[in-house]
């Protein structure tokens, strides 16, 4: 009989559920030393945010195979420490859509019917009945940033209301949007035509400061803001200073760059509405979350394929020592190749060639790829076991492919992107162990993958390379080293540079004018 150990609270109806398949223990808030005990001879364990399963824990357990977590995050869990004894790490990150979605509408209507400030004005014994005076919600135009899983779920909810629904997210097709009966828009636009505006991303380096004091600029004097996604995606001083200066008409902010936010001057704004990072924080989502690794751990105990797993499957040894060299080249092109193309991804072609043929279970290297392709634009965590069935559930159809016949070195992984706007080819090798992009559309180069990467691709003319520098140089940015390859004279030349300090928007957008340039893209490659 297979035993469970449930060390916080979660809904009975998941209790009931693993007791269905094994001998299941609650004991919450037990302390370290009993814990440390009761985990040697336990199966799976279930714990939501308050015990910390610790790498001595994770020692410490002799048959444990599954710890889940009954929520999103795992930063409570060492996960490193479990992927070394092969145990498989699970959570539940699709229970809190429909709360957050919920909370959102929510937030909305305190908004524009002021219903937060008109109840504490009545609380506080007065009767200001002209003072709140609303606007409806009916017809006006929500825009969405972000459209995964609770972007979706507000835009279904809205509809129902009469709002119309604009979104922007770069890596959601027309299609999958037209689907939805949503407009998908650039975020200029959606900035400036929106009513009402909701932030859905992951905070990841892309999206931080999203919207800072230029975007905040360009909307509508009687808009709202609503960020229920994280702290940090919002700048809060440029917020502040927009809602003083009511260059926005409010904001409901269930987030913040701070948590708790102490001493935080939106929280004195009387058109801000706030909440304690309660977005999620629903009796269903609980359940949901308590039944989502109940269903999981049994599929990980009766041998099924598992859904939401966080880290690394279990490999044969041998198999593991000849792939693990290329592990860091495959998850650098995917992360290399995803910062240079242009909208969402549609399909990924991978051929492994020369040495690598010869070697089992390839399929590591492309999830390990699929991982570093993925991971920059989703909020869920995206490891070897889930990289596949994400891409696959976000439309992106992937191709492998082997061959014996290499350009150069003894080893090639030849990877290539299409996605909406773009079509991308890069060649990498592993130069002793050193993953190396050779070439990038038939540009002959050779990139070692890290640091800060900028392609400039420019008409081959005399003057461009000084041109180029000089953009650099004027806004201070070092250039550690830059080659420049062709196909043919007189054609168009790439130039790739490695910078030392972080590509500025200013330096990109002079970049970008310079005559002769025709296209440029930034790669950061440390994670
Ligand atoms: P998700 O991964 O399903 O969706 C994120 C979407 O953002 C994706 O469609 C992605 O394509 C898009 N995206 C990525 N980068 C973008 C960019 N630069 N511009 C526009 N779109 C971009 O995530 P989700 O489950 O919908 O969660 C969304 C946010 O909500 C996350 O930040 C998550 O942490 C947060 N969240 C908050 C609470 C709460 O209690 N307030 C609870 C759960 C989740």
Not at 78 to 100: C, E, F, Q
Not at 181 to 207: A, M, N, Q, R
Not at 347 to 368: D, F, K
């Amino acid at each position: 009989m297979v035993k469970i150990l449930v060390c916080d609270r979660i809904d009975e109806d998941g209790i009931k559920t693993l007791r269905s398949i094994g001998e299941t223990e609650v004991a919450i808030g037990l302390p370290k030393d009993e814990l440390l005990k009761k985990i040697q001879n336990v199966d799976a364990v279930v714990v939501r945010s308050a015990t910390k399963v610790t790498a001595d824990l994770i020692n410490a357990a002799q048959k444990l195979k599954v710890i889940a977590r009954a929520g999103v995050g795992v930063d409570n869990i060492d996960v490193p420490a479990a992927t070394r004894k092969g145990i498989l790490v699970i959570n539940a990150p699709d229970s809190s859509s429909i709360a957050v979605a919920e909370h959102v509408i929510g937030l909305m209507l305190a908004l524009t019917r002021k219903i937060a400030i008109s109840n504490m004005s009545l609380k506080s014994g007065k009767w200001e009945k002209g003072k709140f005076l609303g606007v409806e919600l009916s017809g006006k135009l929500l825009g969405i940033i972000g459209l995964g899983r609770i972007g979706t779920q507000v835009a279904l909810r809205a509809k129902a209301l009469g709002l119309r629904v604009a979104a922007f997210d770069p890596y959601v097709t027309e299609k999958a949007a037209e689907e939805l009966g949503i407009k998908l828009v650039d975020l200029e636009t959606l900035l400036k035509e929106s009513d009402i505006i909701t932030i859905h991303v992951p905070l990841t380096p892309e999206t931080k400061y999203l919207i800072g004091e230029k975007q905040l600029s360009l909307m509508k004097s009687n808009a709202f803001l609503i960020n229920t996604s994280r702290g940090g995606v919002v700048n809060e001083k440029a917020l502040c200073i927009a809602l003083k200066g009511k260059k926005i008409a409010g904001a409901a902010l269930d987030v913040f760059e701070a948590e708790p936010p102490i001493e935080n001057p939106l929280l004195e704004l009387e058109n801000v509405v706030v909440t304690p990072h309660i977005g999620g924080s629903t009796e269903e989502a609980q359940r949901s979350a308590a039944m989502a690794v109940a269903s999981e751990i049994i599929n990980v105990l009766q041998g099924k394929p598992v859904r939401n797993v966080v880290n690394m499957p279990i490999i044969d040894p041998e198999t593991l020592r000849k792939l693990e060299p290329f592990l860091p080249l495959a998850e650098k092109l995917g992360r290399f190749a995803t910062q240079l193309s242009e909208g969402r991804i549609t399909e990924v072609h991978i051929t492994y060639c020369g040495e690598l043929v010869n070697i089992e279970q390839l399929n590591l290297l492309t999830s390990t790829l699929l991982k570093g392709l993925l991971d920059r634009i989703l909020t869920q965590p995206i490891n070897v076991i889930n990289a596949p069935f994400v891409a696959k559930s976000r439309g992106i159809k992937v191709i492998e492919s082997k061959t014996e016949v290499v350009d150069h070195f003894p080893n090639e992984v030849i990877l290539k992107v299409k996605a909406e706007k773009t079509e991308i080819e890069v060649k990498g090798t592993l130069l002793g162990k050193e993953p190396r992009v050779i070439s990038i559309d038939e540009y002959k180069i050779d990139l070692p993958l890290d640091g800060r990467i900028v392609l400039v691709s420019h008409l081959d003319r005399p003057g461009m390379i000084g041109k180029i520098a000089s953009v650099f140089g004027e806004h201070s940015i070092n250039i550690a080293t830059m080659q420049v390859g062709r196909k043919e004279p007189g054609g168009i030349q790439l130039m790739v540079l490695k910078i030392d300090h972080p590509m500025s928007e200013p330096a990109l957008k002079a970049l970008k004018h310079v005559d002769g340039i025709k296209d440029v893209d930034v790669a950061e490659m440390e994670v």
